[in-house]
T-cell receptor, first 113, second 116 residues
Framework: GAVVSQHPSRVICKSGTSVKIECRSL??????MFWYRQFPKQSLMLMAT?????????EQGVEKDKFLINHASLTLSTLTVTSAHPEDSSFYIC?????????FGPGTRLTVT | GEDVEQSLFLSVREGDSSVINCTYT??????LYWYKQEPGAGLQLLTY?????DMKQDQRLTVLLNKKDKHLSLRIADTQTGDSAIYFC????????????????FGTGTLLAVQP
């Protein structure tokens, strides 16, 4: 299947700082990428849909000013958690669409201290 | 309701078959997916089925779809210890624009434990 990478895989930051997570489709172009959040022992919660060249579409309850999404090219989307707080600690996973299939990155573990 | 539901836990012995069940919510969902997640890792797409199909088989995996009851199952034949993981079903909702703009709604996940 297609490969999606995320960077970094793990990050620890102090409360109040901002963190950027990158999602790349390595061997295909993705018009649409998705950002999910997963709490321990829980399912994935869709945060937003990222479309190349346009504004992201956020799910209800997700603050767009806190979770900034930029889809600068057909192979790269970034999620920036601004002014992070301990409650933002989570596992963030991106995915990229290729036809009818959606391929996921390996995830980024964010810990805010 | 809005939730895609799965049983939380399934334990099988190595070599037996595993059947993981999923009940989804949207009768207009076009595609239904099964993903596997190992600890601390992302999701691996295992297989998917189009809503006008009843069954799809891919090596050890068999997907059954009962559209009337909105029930999806994944059967793993000859289950191995390496199959131990969390399995998520997901439904794709929304109008179909070739898949590019549709979002997936995930089930609650089933932890499969394979005993040697």
């Amino acid at each position: 299947g297609a490969v999606v990478s995320q960077h970094p895989s793990r990050v620890i930051c102090k409360s109040g700082t901002s963190v950027k997570i990158e999602c790349r489709s390595l061997d295909f172009q993705a018009t649409t990428m998705f950002w999910y959040r997963q709490f321990p022992k829980q399912s994935l919660m869709l945060m937003a849909t990222s479309n190349e060249g346009s504004k992201a579409t956020y799910e209800q309850g997700v603050e767009k000013d806190k979770f900034l999404i930029n889809h600068a090219s057909l192979t790269l989307s970034t999620l920036t958690v601004t002014s992070a707080h301990p409650e933002d600690s989570s596992f963030y996973i991106c995915s990229a669409s290729l036809g009818n299939e959606q391929y996921f990155g390996p995830g980024t573990r964010l810990t805010v201290t | 309701g809005e939730d895609v539901e799965q049983s939380l836990f399934l334990s099988v012995r190595e070599g037996d078959s595993s059947v993981i069940n999923c009940t989804y919510t949207d009768s207009s969902s076009t595609y239904l997916y099964w993903y596997k997640q190992e600890p601390g890792a992302g999701l691996q797409l295992l297989t998917y089925i189009f809503s006008n199909m009843d069954m799809k088989q891919d090596q050890r995996l068999t997907v059954l779809l009962n559209k009337k009851d909105k029930h999806l199952s994944l059967r793993i034949a000859d289950t191995q210890t390496g199959d131990s993981a969390i399995y998520f079903c997901a439904e794709r909702r929304g109008r179909d624009y070739g898949g590019a703009t549709n979002k997936l709604i995930f089930g609650t996940g089933t932890l499969l434990a394979v005993q040697p």
